[in-house]
């Protein structure tokens, strides 16, 4: 039994490591080159940097759509979380036992508070002309809402509130505004004029850093609170 | 030449860091292997030129997963195991 599923195993790897390299090797390949494409149309996008004009004009569609999963997963991770947390109900600062609350950790955090914002800020508008944007940008505010969170805040700006709500969904709600208002013009979905296009990806991707840093956060922070075993 | 070396060592440590994960018996020493990996695919990433993957994957493959997973262990290590009490 254990033979036959040995041989089995290793025919399948085999098959498909032929069928994998058969299907690289007659690949035919496309009659344009997109690299010489994006380079031509990089001048009409609005920004400097190639992949930022590739995420938000040219195949902006896609990073809508990404944006729309990512919002369906924190709203599907918050509606899992504890129907009772201690953090809404309480307007004061709560901070648990159990919560890693040493004084490096509060300080480091209430040091690094700016530095991360202005890094943050700083990735941001570097997206439009060299590497960064609005994920990386994001991922820096989550990472410093998580320190938040473990130095025992619950609130101030990371607290879950009706503004954390508003700003998580203000990202991909500002993105299909965006998106469809071109559509009042006649033009096509997300086709923004040239001579505005610099402008509204700026804008877009301004909500989408703070929008993706409070869902990032919102599914490190929808799990379990630190001293809640009950699972 | 010091770059092809660099880049095997890379390629090496990427090899060793994910065989240390999968196959650690500790959990926590899996999660801080786990996190290594991610930061040297990060390098990886440079190497390959594309900073833009590379910013991404520090921040949310080694980072912030690395958060959750080391939030994970300490739920774990708090809950009694019920077949091991």
Same mark, same amino acid.
């Given at each position: ?16 490591? +032929? ?10 390949f496309?009659? *344009?080159?997109?690299a +010489? ?7 009409? /996008? ?17 990073t809508?759509?990404?944006?729309? +999963?990512?919002? +369906? ?7 899992l ?76 700006p *990371?607290?879950?509130?009706?503004? /954390?709500?508003v ?6 709600? =500002? *993105? ?6 071109t559509?009042?013009? =006649? ?45 | ?79 009694p ?5």
């Amino acid at each position: 039994m254990n033979r036959a599923r040995a041989y089995a195993s290793v025919a399948l790897s085999v098959g498909m490591a +032929v069928m994998l390299g058969s299907a690289v090797l007659t690949r035919e390949f496309p009659p *344009f080159d997109l690299a +010489v494409d994006l380079a031509e149309g990089i001048p009409r /996008s609005g920004v400097a940097h190639p992949i930022t004009a590739v995420l938000l004009q040219f195949r902006s569609y896609d990073t809508l759509l990404e944006i729309a +999963v990512l919002l +369906v997963a924190v709203v599907v991770a918050l509606a899992l979380r504890d129907p009772t947390p201690a953090d809404e109900s309480s307007p004061e600062s709560v901070i648990l036992d159990s919560v890693i609350n040493t004084p490096v950790l509060t300080s480091l955090t209430m040091t690094l508070l700016p530095l991360m914002t202005m890094t943050a800020v700083y990735l941001l508008w570097a997206g439009a002309f060299q590497p960064g944007g609005a994920f990386q940008a994001g991922a820096v505010l989550a990472a410093l809402g998580v320190l938040w969170r473990v130095s025992g805040r619950r609130t101030g700006p *990371f607290a879950a509130n009706r503004w /954390s709500h508003v700003a998580l969904l203000a990202g991909f709600a =500002g *993105f299909l505004a965006a998106a469809t208002t071109t559509l009042l013009f =006649g033009r096509p979905l997300l086709a923004w004029p040239s001579s505005y296009a610099g402008v509204i990806i700026v804008a877009i991707e301004t909500v989408l850093t703070v929008s993706i840093g409070i869902s990032l956060l919102g599914l490190f922070a929808s799990a379990p609170a630190p001293g809640d075993e009950r699972v | 030449m010091l770059t092809m070396l660099f880049d095997a060592l890379l390629g090496l440590g990427l090899v060793v860091a994910a065989l240390g994960a999968l196959w650690s018996r500790d959990l926590f020493r899996a999660v801080v292997l786990f996190i290594v990996f991610g930061l040297l695919v990060a390098l990886a990433w440079i190497r390959l030129q594309a900073p833009d993957v590379a910013l991404a994957e520090a921040a949310i493959g080694a980072g912030l997963t690395g958060a959750l997973l080391l939030d994970a262990i300490g739920h774990l290590r708090r809950t009694p195991h019920p077949e091991e009490s």
